[in-house]
């Protein structure tokens, strides 16, 4: 035999109603003791929840077309909460299949003996940690059980293969908060959580959801701070946590929250008490679970309203029962004194009495008027529908279980209920509601659902965004609804969120979206460098051509590309050269162009004018080489501006150094005649110096200019010509693929030339004024190495900076300046005589021969007329051919014209005599094949 007790208060422990099967139910009626088994009354999530179940076997026991002829009744108990409570309280259920006969006290007296009622289901629990006890209890029993609020995804493991609910698991719960966080970019929180199944199991999903983000984005979520509550836990260990808690980073302002109801009021107290901790622009952003939801006792019935301000809650959708309402308020405390009721009628709900006495403040014993007053109850526990879904999905599927017919003339057999059987038509079964809506549970065994998401914040007064300032604590604050998250079929959730209805913690209206994150996001073109916790980085910057892939990785673009401006991809850059339009260009191709003219315009004069005793003594051979040498230089500025082809790679490869070549080598030709012939003047009785006739000097030029060619070629094998694609910032620029050192490889060779033309300069600088064209050659070799000196610094200092068009200008006006020195300094002396002097040009008549006899100035002629006379040479007039040196001298300094008096060689001069030449006469010989002469000094030659 077996005896409910009741505790020190004589608290009922449950309610019953007669019927031919038999459900049974578990609610909160009391909220947690503490110490005592039961504490309060609660009437949102025990009273309303109870009389629920009662409102539902109302509807069924009414309705003729399910289970007719038989009467659902129902055994209810007060679970207070209290997990061990309630699984000593639910030994009721399963007391009939343990033993034929047992008592109940009813009224807290005497045992009475009881019927055995046969308990065919459970309705309940409420919290998860109850249903994990009890469900462990009626699985021994086959006993199926459907939950109407026990989220805790501990429960969907096929350890609780007897276990149903109608609401959905706490994994969608956290996926929903995830899935907020995210829109919301709170990045870095911290946790709390109760003990328990409900705290512990859904902070678990919670933490596994954002370790593997399965929401509308995959921004990561880190946990700052977590910490879970003890199994009572006070408001002081509360306030000691959250102290720990403040000292943390404080770009953490989130607090996620798996918390029971008490726990929840127990941290708003802790929260008002430590409010000195945080600044007023920093208040805590609570994110709590359904077990808050819209739950008015949590706030303490407005004591802590300022401290919740601004927390958002989630709660499942549901509709309040149809007819619930008129049904619940019309209920009314029972008095067996007035009504004369038996006790049956009192065990219906032996604890309205004591919620009639909670609710208005006055005592049924006491006083008689406190039965006039009258319950108008518009707010609602949420989770009233799913009580009535439960208690209707029992009903169908013992309807089905019993092959019951729908007409009330064939009554139901009633047979033993197979709790296997039963649950099996549970869980595979469609069961249509009474509001028209149809519950299926999943293979978790429970059906899917919504939740909506609350603001708790103040009233905004009508039509303005000025917060209500009323002085009632009850209008002033509320749950205002801001969205609401819908599961997919993919394990994705729908999230419709107004962010900007939302009111932040805080005295003022701040609905702009709090910070929560430990570091900065990174700018454009950075990525993160993970530290300790995936949340904190350090942002460091990509290179320039490189792209953002993930938030951790950066990748290079291929040669040729260049990322776009929000560094995700990379798009392939312009082939880029020197626009011909550009003044880059222009000035080149102008100064080319004009050099080109005059280069020809000086060649077509020198043809023209070639028999001119100017053009002659000039040394017409090494002239035409030298300006054909400086016609390529300047034509070279065409193929390095064109856009890069094989042949213009090519031509540039043999051109440059061509032009060069054959202008220096004939200035190096002219240069070394000159000195070989001035050397040999000194030296008395000498032989004419070889190789200084045209045909010769022409070899001379042509040998050193073959050099070059053969280099040229040369480098052309070892270091073939392409064009090249060379990427910089932001474009590509063609080039041929001449290498810098390359370059200036070929270059080398001719520095070598135009050196050994500055030593001969330098060398020839005495000569006698008037072969002062040895001058100009000085000058044009002194300018030209000045030039390539100042050239190379920019040309390399461009080249490694990418500036392409500095580097290509520089080059081409170097060029063409050195062509242009050579033109200017070397023919621009006899141009000037052939068009502005061209008296100073005339070729006079004379009789040349073999030797010198007499020299005059022309100024010791009378009226300058050139008169020619005729002296013969002997032996005794030779030796006075040693003194005419002197007069070579004197002839040297006077810059007027020079008439040479020659005659015929006197037959009594031997043959060995004619052979020895004195000084005078092989300067004689010489000189009208020397380019040094002064324009005005006039010989006549030899034909």
């Known amino acids: 035999m077996t005896v409910n007790r009741v505790n020190s208060v004589q608290t009922p422990r449950s309610a019953r109603l007669p019927g031919n099967l038999t459900l049974g139910g578990l609610f909160p009626v009391h909220d947690y003791g503490g110490r005592e088994p039961c504490g309060d009354i609660s009437e949102f999530r025990g009273i309303q929840r109870l009389e629920a179940m009662l409102f539902a076997l109302q509807q069924i026991n009414q309705n003729h077309t399910v289970l007719p002829n038989i009467t659902l ?83 969907s493991e096929p350890s609780f293969d007897y276990f149903a609910r109608t609401v959905p698991s706490d994994s969608n719960q956290a996926r929903a908060i995830v899935d907020i966080l995210q829109r919301l970019n709170f990045t870095y929180v911290n946790a709390i959580y109760s003990h328990g199944d409900y705290g512990e199991g859904g902070f678990r999903e919670f933490k596994r959801l954002i370790k593997d983000p399965v929401g509308t984005s995959n921004m990561s979520i880190c946990i700052s701070d977590e910490s879970r509550l003890s199994r009572d836990a006070s408001v002081q260990e509360i306030e000691n946590l959250l102290q720990t808690m403040v000292v943390r980073p404080k770009s953490v302002r989130v607090y996620v ?53 601004g927390t958002l809650t989630i709660e499942l959708i549901s509709k309040e029962p149809s007819q619930f309402d008129h049904y619940f308020n019309s209920l009314k405390p029972t008095n067996p004194i007035i009504t004369n009721l038996s006790n049956s009628a009192l065990s219906r709900n032996p604890w309205f009495n004591e919620f009639w006495e909670h609710r208005f403040g006055c005592s049924l014993k006491l006083n008689e008027t406190c039965y006039e007053q009258k319950l108008n109850e518009t707010n609602w526990d949420s989770k009233l529908q799913f009580i009535v879904d439960a208690v209707h999905v029992f009903a169908h599927a013992l309807h089905r279980y019993l092959n019951c017919s729908n007409q009330t003339s064939t009554p139901c057999k009633i047979t033993d ?48 965004n000025i917060l209500s300032s009323s002085s009632s604590s ?174 213009t790679c090519v031509l540039q490869r043999i051109g440059i150094g061509l032009g060069f070549a054959m202008m220096y080598s004939a200035l190096l030709t002219k240069t070394n005649r000159i000195a070989r012939i001035f050397e040999s003047t000194k030296k008395q009785g000498t032989l004419r110096p070889p190789y200084i006739s045209p045909k010769s000097q022409v070899f001379i030029c042509t040998c050193l200019i073959i050099i070059q060619l053969l280099l040229s070629l040369l480098w052309l094998g070892y270091e073939q010509p392409n064009v090249n694609l060379i990427p910089y910032e932001r474009l590509v620029i063609v080039k041929c693929n001449m290498n810098k050192h390359s370059f200036l490889f070929s270059l080398i060779y001719n520095a070598f030339l135009i050196s050994i033309c500055t030593v001969y300069a330098v060398r020839t600088r005495k000569v006698p004024e008037n072969f002062n064209e040895t001058k100009f050659i000085g000058f044009t070799c002194y300018t030209t190495c000045i030039i390539w000196l100042a050239f190379l610094p920019i040309y390399y200092t461009a080249y490694d900076n990418g500036r392409y ?9 170097t060029i063409s300046l050195s062509a242009t020195v050579a033109l200017v300094c070397l023919f621009s002396p006899k141009v000037y005589i052939i068009l502005i002097h061209p008296e100073k040009n005339m070729r006079l008549t004379k009789q040349l021969k073999p030797t010198v006899n007499s020299l005059k100035f022309a100024s010791q002629i009378p009226n300058n007329e050139y008169m020619t006379t005729t002296t013969t040479t002997t032996e005794s007039t030779a030796n006075n051919n040693i003194d005419n040196i002197h007069h070579l001298s004197q002839i040297a300094m006077a810059k007027i014209p020079l008439i040479i008096q020659i005659d015929t060689v006197s037959n009594n001069t031997s043959n060995d005599e004619n052979q020895k030449l004195t000084p005078e006469i092989k300067l004689q010989q010489d000189y009208e094949d020397v380019d040094s002469l002064n324009s005005s000094t006039l010989f006549d030659e030899k034909s």
């Not at 008002?272 to 920093?282: F, G, M, N, P, T």
């Open 73 to 155: 009744g129902a055994i209810l108990l007060d679970t207070c909460s209290n997990d061990n409570y309630a699984l000593e309280s639910s030994l009721e259920f399963v007391r009939s299949r343990l033993t034929s006969t047992s008592y109940s006290c009813r009224d807290g007296t005497i045992p009475q003996p009881i019927h055995n009622e046969n308990v065919v289901g459970v309705v309940g629990a409420s919290l998860s940690s109850v249903s994990v006890y009890v469900a462990n209890l009626l699985r021994l029993f086959q006993l199926p059980q459907i939950s109407y609020a026990s989220t805790a995804p501990k429960l």
């Open 257 to 309: 929250l798996f918390l029971t109801k008490e726990d929840a009021r127990k941290l708003l107290q802790a929260v008002k008490k430590q409010i000195h901790l945080y600044d007023e622009q920093r208040r805590p952003v609570l994110i709590a679970s359904d077990a808050w939801g819209k739950e008015s006792s949590v706030v303490i019935n407005g004591e802590t309203d300022d401290i919740a301000a």
């Open 417 to 464: 209920i197979n709790g296997t059987k039963l649950f099996d038509i549970i869980l595979n079964g469609k069961f249509d509601m009474p509001d028209g809506r149809q519950i299926q549970f999943n293979d978790k065994r429970f059906v899917t659902g919504h939740y909506r998401i609350y603001n708790f914040r103040r009233r905004l007064l009508s039509n303005s």
């Open 474 to 647: 009850s209008s002033l604050y509320d749950y205002i609804s801001v969205g609401e998250w819908k599961s997919g079929l993919d394990k994705h959730g729908v999230l419709d969120i107004n962010i900007s209805s939302i009111i932040w913690p805080g005295n003022q209206l701040i609905t702009h979206v709090p910070i929560s994150r430990c570091s900065e996001p990174c700018k454009l073109g950075q990525i993160r460098q993970i530290q300790a916790d995936r949340c904190c980085w350090v942002c460091t910057s990509c290179s320039d051509n490189s792209i953002v892939t993930s938030d951790e990785k950066c990748v290079q673009c291929l040669t040729g590309y260049w990322p776009s401006e929000n560094r995700t991809q990379c798009y392939k850059l312009k082939e880029t050269y020197i626009e011909l339009l550009s003044p880059q260009a222009l000035i080149p191709i102008c100064i080319s162009l004009l050099g080109n003219i005059c280069t020809l315009f000086v060649v077509i004069l020198f043809y023209r004018k070639r028999q001119t005793p100017v053009v002659k003594a000039s040394g017409k051979e090494l002239c035409f080489i030298m300006l054909c040498g400086i016609h390529l230089s300047y034509l070279m500025t065409f193929p390095i501006i064109l856009r890069p082809h094989l042949i």
């Open 805 to 813: 068009q500095v580097h290509i200008t520089t080059l081409c006006i």
